[in-house]
C-alpha cells in the first residue's frame, strides 16, 4: 500500500463494582411485590464480560469479547432508569500521553451510556488496530480489512452524533465531537484506500482505478483537513499528518497515473504527457526512496519518457499546463457503516426486563387498576360498617331471639366466643405494641439516608471553599433534589402515620370495656347485660314484626356475604398488559398506557362495579324496611329495654374488635413494606455517596498532580453523574415542581401524579374515618412527574397497602420521644449541621 495504516489507541478504565449498584436498582425497580427474580448470576457475568472488555483489548479474540459487553450494555441500558444507575465509570482519555508523574486526563461518570459510548469507542479502535494488521497478499484479507475500516467510520460517525447526549457535559478529547469526526474520515479514508489497492492488484480497468484512487485522495485531503485544526493537532501521534499528507500526495499521483493511461489509449498524448509528469512528481515525493511507491513512480517516468518522445517525432500535440486539465471523476466505494443493533449472537443476560417504557407503562396501569379497586372496596366496606352500625343501634339480631331470664342471645355468645378465639383485648394490645419498634425502624434507616446525604454536601462544601473555582464539579444541592424531596415524602408519610394512630386509639377507648367484656368468660358476660323483660321473652305481641326482621336479617346476611364475594374477586383481578404494551413500543417507539389500559382495565372491572352498585341499592332498601318492621315492633313491646342498648353497645365492640385486628395487621404489614422501600432508598443514597466520593478523590488526585508539576492547566471538567437528583447522566436541572399541599392531620401525602391517591385514615369525616379504607397502592416506582421532560423527576413510592399507622403516646414505650412538628429536610442544613471551613492557612493547593 501507499504506507503503513493508521490505528487508533485504547480508551482505558479501572475496575469498578458493578454488581452490588445493579442488583439494588434492579431489585428496587423490578423486584417488587411478589414478583422477585435473582439477577446475581447475570450481573456477575456482565461484571466478568466488562473486566475482559478493559483488560484484555490486545488479544486477538477481544474483539468478541468487546462485541458482548456492549450488547449487554445496550440491552441493560434500555430496561432500567439510566437516571438512577449509580456507578462510578471512569476512562482515560485514548490520546493522552500522561506525563513524568503519571497523571492522565480522565472524566468520570455515572451513566450506563457513558460506559457503552467508551465501549464503543474501543470497538471502533480494535477494528482499526485489526484492520491495519491485515496481510495484503489475500483477498479475503483486504475484504475484511475494508469492512472493519468502514464499520470504525460508522462508529465514530455514531458517537460524534450522540456522545453529549450520553454526557451532558464536556468530554475529554477523544470524545469530542470534533476528535470523531476526524477520525471517522481517517477510517473511511483508509478503507478507500484498501479497496484502491485491491483494484491496482487485480489489475481493473485504469479509468475505474483513476476513479478509486481520486476519491481517496479527497477522503484524505478532508481527514488532513480536520485533525490540523488547532485544537486537535496536540491529539495525534508525531508522524500521523506526516504520513497522511503522503498518502493524499501519493493517491492523487496514482489517479493521474492511470487516468494517463486511458488518455493513452484514446491517443491524446499531450494530456497524457501532462498527467504523466504530474504523477511522477507527486509519487517520487510520496515515496521518499522507494518502496512500492517508488515502483509507481519509477513507471510513470518510463511511460513519460515514452510519451515524449513518441510526441516529438509523431503527434506533435501541445502539453497543457497541470492546472488546465480536468478534474478526474470520482468513485466513493467506501462508505460509513453503522453499527448494527447487535454486535454479537451471545444471548441476552437480562431478556426477562421489560424495557423501562414498558415496565413503567405496567406500573402505571397497576396503580389505575389499583385506585379503581380500592375506590370500589372502600365504598363497599363504607356501606357494611354503615349497615353493622345499624343493626348494632337496633340491638339486631340480638332482640329476636327468645332467651330466657338471664341468657345470652346466641349471636352474641357466637360473637363473644369469635373474640376470645382470636385473642381479645390482650391480642389488640400485643398488636399496637409491635408499632413502636417498627416505626423506629424505619425512621433509623430514613436518618441513616439524609445523614449521607448531609455528609456528602458537607464535604463538597468544605472543598469548595477551599479550593474555590478550581473545584470545578456540580455542587452537592443541584444533584440531590430528588433525594431530599423523596425524603421529605417518607418522613411525611412516617409523620402521618403517627398521627393518623389516634384513630385507632380512639376507637379501641371506646370499645375498650365492651371488648374486655367479650374477651371474659360467659358468666361474666352475662352478668354485663341486663335481663330482658317478660314482654320481650316471647313473640307473641308481633310476631309478624319478628318474623319480617328475621328474614330482613338473613337477607342482610346474605347481602354481606355477596359482598365479601365481589372484594374478593376485585382483589383478584388482573388485567396483563404486557404483550400490548410491548407491541405498542415496537410500533411506535411509545408507550400510550391511558389509551391502552383504560378499555381492558374497565372490561374487566365493569361486572363486579356492577354488581357492588346493585348492592348498594338493595342496601338502601333493606335499611328502610329494617327500620320500619324494628319500629313496628317496638311500639308492640311498648319501647327499648336496657337489655337491648347493652347487647347492641356488645355487637358493635365485636365489630370495632374485627375492624381493630384488621387494622392493626395491616398497619404491620405497612411499616414492613415501608422497610423494604426505605432499605431501597438507602442503597440508592449510599451509591450515589460512593460515587461522589470517587468523584473527589479523581478530582484530588488531579489538583494534586497539577500541583506537583506546578502547571496551571485548568481544572478537569467535573464528572457530573447526576443532572437532576438519581439522575446520573445529565447536567441540567430538573425541571421545578410545585409544593406539595399541605397534609391535613391524619391525611396521607399527596401521590406522585399517575399513582393511585392514598386515602389515609383521619382524612374523611367521622362516618367515613370509622371505616378506615386502605386502598391498595403499586409496588415500585409510580409513573414519573414531567414524564415528558428530558429529565423527569420521580415520585417516592409507597408500600402496597397504605396504612399510616403508628403510635403517639405509648406508657409502655416511654423510651419514644413525643412526635415533634413536621421539619422538612433542608439544604444547606440547619447551624449544627453547618459544614465547618478548614483551619486557617490550611490550603496545600493555592491558586495559580
Request: aromatic residues 6%.
Amino acid at each position: 500500500m501507499a504506507a503503513e495504516l493508521l490505528f487508533v489507541p485504547f480508551k482505558k478504565s479501572s475496575d469498578v463494582d458493578i454488581v452490588k449498584p445493579l442488583r439494588n436498582l434492579i431489585n428496587s425497580t423490578y423486584n417488587t411485590g411478589d414478583h422477585h427474580e435473582d439477577y446475581t448470576e447475570a450481573l456477575n457475568e456482565l461484571s466478568r464480560l466488562r473486566a475482559n472488555a478493559i483488560w484484555k483489548v490486545f488479544e486477538k479474540t477481544s474483539l468478541d469479547i468487546i462485541y458482548n459487553y456492549h450488547d449487554q450494555l445496550a440491552s441493560l441500558e434500555a430496561k432500567v432508569p439510566p437516571q438512577e444507575v449509580q456507578i462510578p465509570f471512569k476512562w482515560k482519555d485514548a490520546f493522552d500521553k500522561g506525563s513524568l508523574f503519571g497523571g492522565r486526563m480522565s472524566l468520570t461518570i455515572s451513566s450506563l451510556a457513558y460506559e457503552r459510548m467508551c465501549i464503543l469507542f474501543n470497538i471502533a479502535a480494535m477494528q482499526s488496530l485489526i484492520a491495519s494488521q491485515q496481510p495484503v497478499e489475500t483477498e479475503e484479507s483486504l475484504k475484511q480489512a475494508a469492512k472493519l475500516f468502514q464499520q470504525a467510520a460508522g462508529v465514530f460517525l455514531y458517537l460524534k452524533a450522540n456522545i453529549m447526549m450520553a454526557v451532558h457535559q464536556e468530554t475529554t478529547p477523544d470524545l469530542h465531537p470534533e476528535t470523531l469526526d476526524a477520525l471517522a474520515k481517517l477510517m473511511l479514508a483508509q478503507a478507500q484506500e484498501v479497496i484502491a489497492f485491491k483494484c491496482i492488484r487485480d489489475e481493473m480497468k485504469d479509468s475505474m482505478v483513476a476513479k478509486v484512487c481520486a476519491q481517496c485522495e479527497e477522503l484524505y485531503t478532508d481527514a488532513l483537513r480536520a485533525m490540523q485544526k488547532d485544537q486537535l493537532k496536540s491529539l495525534w501521534e508525531r508522524d500521523w499528518l506526516l504520513v497522511m499528507a503522503s498518502k493524499q500526495q501519493a493517491f492523487r499521483g496514482l489517479a493521474q497515473l492511470h487516468q494517463a493511461q486511458v488518455c493513452h489509449a484514446a491517443k491524446s498524448v499531450g494530456e497524457e504527457i501532462a498527467r504523466l509528469a504530474l504523477a511522477e512528481e507527486l509519487l517520487r515525493g510520496a515515496a521518499r526512496g522507494g518502496g512500492w511507491l517508488g515502483e509507481q513512480a519509477a513507471r510513470a517516468a518510463r511511460a513519460l519518457a515514452a510519451a515524449r518522445r513518441d510526441n516529438d517525432f509523431i503527434y506533435h500535440e501541445r502539453v497543457p499546463e497541470p492546472a488546465a486539465l480536468e478534474p478526474l471523476a470520482r468513485a466513493a466505494v467506501a462508505k460509513a457503516l453503522p453499527p448494527p443493533p447487535r454486535w454479537g449472537a451471545a444471548r441476552d443476560l437480562f431478556a426477562a426486563l421489560v424495557p423501562h417504557a414498558v415496565h413503567a407503562a405496567l406500573q402505571a396501569a397497576a396503580a389505575r387498576r389499583a385506585d379503581l379497586v380500592a375506590r370500589e372496596v372502600a365504598a363497599l366496606r363504607d356501606a357494611t360498617q354503615l349497615l353493622n352500625a345499624v343493626l348494632a343501634e337496633l340491638s339486631l339480631p340480638a332482640c329476636l331471639e327468645g332467651a330466657g331470664a338471664g341468657a345470652l342471645p346466641d349471636s352474641i355468645r357466637a360473637r363473644a366466643q369469635a373474640v376470645r378465639d382470636a385473642g381479645g383485648l390482650p391480642e389488640l394490645s400485643r398488636l399496637m405494641a409491635e408499632l413502636p419498634e417498627l416505626l423506629q425502624r424505619n425512621r433509623d434507616i430514613l436518618d441513616e439516608a439524609e445523614r449521607m446525604l448531609r455528609e456528602e454536601a458537607e464535604a463538597d462544601s468544605a472543598l469548595r471553599q477551599q479550593f474555590g473555582a478550581r473545584w470545578a464539579r456540580t455542587e452537592s444541592a443541584k444533584l440531590t433534589d430528588a433525594f431530599r424531596a423523596n425524603a421529605d415524602k417518607y418522613r411525611q408519610i412516617i409523620d402521618n402515620a403517627v398521627r393518623a394512630d389516634a384513630i385507632v386509639q380512639q376507637k379501641l377507648a371506646q370499645h375498650r370495656d365492651n371488648i374486655a367484656l367479650l374477651g371474659g368468660s360467659e358468666q361474666e358476660l352475662s352478668a354485663g347485660v341486663p335481663d330482658a323483660p317478660e314482654r320481650d321473652r316471647v313473640d307473641a305481641g308481633a310476631p309478624d314484626a319478628v318474623q319480617r326482621l328475621r328474614q330482613l336479617c338473613a337477607d342482610v346476611e346474605e347481602l354481606k356475604a355477596e359482598r365479601d364475594a365481589i372484594e374478593a374477586e376485585l382483589k383478584d383481578t388482573t388485567v396483563d398488559l404486557r404483550e400490548r404494551f410491548l407491541a405498542a413500543l415496537a410500533a411506535d417507539g411509545a408507550v400510550d398506557e391511558p389509551a391502552l389500559s383504560a378499555g381492558a382495565l374497565g372490561a374487566a372491572l365493569a361486572p363486579l362495579q356492577r354488581r357492588a352498585a346493585a348492592t348498594l341499592a338493595r342496601q338502601a332498601e333493606l335499611l328502610a324496611a329494617l327500620q320500619a318492621a324494628h319500629s313496628a315492633l317496638t311500639a308492640a313491646r311498648g319501647g327499648a329495654s336496657g337489655r337491648d342498648a347493652a347487647l347492641g353497645r356488645l355487637a358493635a365492640a365485636a365489630d370495632a374488635f374485627q375492624e381493630l385486628t384488621a387494622n392493626l395487621n395491616e398497619g404491620i404489614k405497612f411499616y414492613n413494606d415501608l422497610t423494604q422501600l426505605l432499605v431501597a432508598f438507602q442503597n440508592k443514597v449510599s451509591d450515589f455517596c460512593f460515587a461522589r466520593k470517587t468523584e473527589k478523590d479523581e478530582l484530588l488526585k488531579d489538583l494534586t498532580q497539577e500541583a506537583s508539576r506546578g502547571s496551571v492547566r485548568p481544572a478537569p471538567a467535573p464528572p457530573q453523574h447526576h443532572a437532576a437528583a438519581e439522575q446520573p447522566s445529565a447536567r441540567r436541572e430538573p425541571p421545578p415542581r410545585p409544593p406539595p399541599p399541605a397534609a391535613a392531620p391524619g391525611s396521607a401525602p399527596a401521590a406522585a401524579p399517575g399513582s393511585a391517591p392514598a386515602a389515609a385514615p383521619g382524612s374523611a369525616p367521622a362516618a367515613a374515618a370509622a371505616s378506615l379504607p386502605y386502598p391498595q397502592q403499586p409496588q415500585g416506582m409510580p409513573v414519573p412527574y414531567g414524564a415528558g421532560a428530558a429529565y423527569p423527576y420521580y415520585g417516592a413510592p409507597v408500600p402496597q397497602l397504605y396504612n399510616p399507622y403508628a403510635t403517639l403516646p405509648y406508657p409502655s414505650h416511654a423510651r419514644m420521644p413525643p412526635p415533634q412538628p413536621y421539619q422538612p429536610y433542608q439544604y444547606p442544613a440547619p447551624a449544627p449541621f453547618a459544614p465547618q471551613p478548614p483551619p486557617a492557612g490550611y490550603n496545600p493547593y493555592p491558586p495559580q
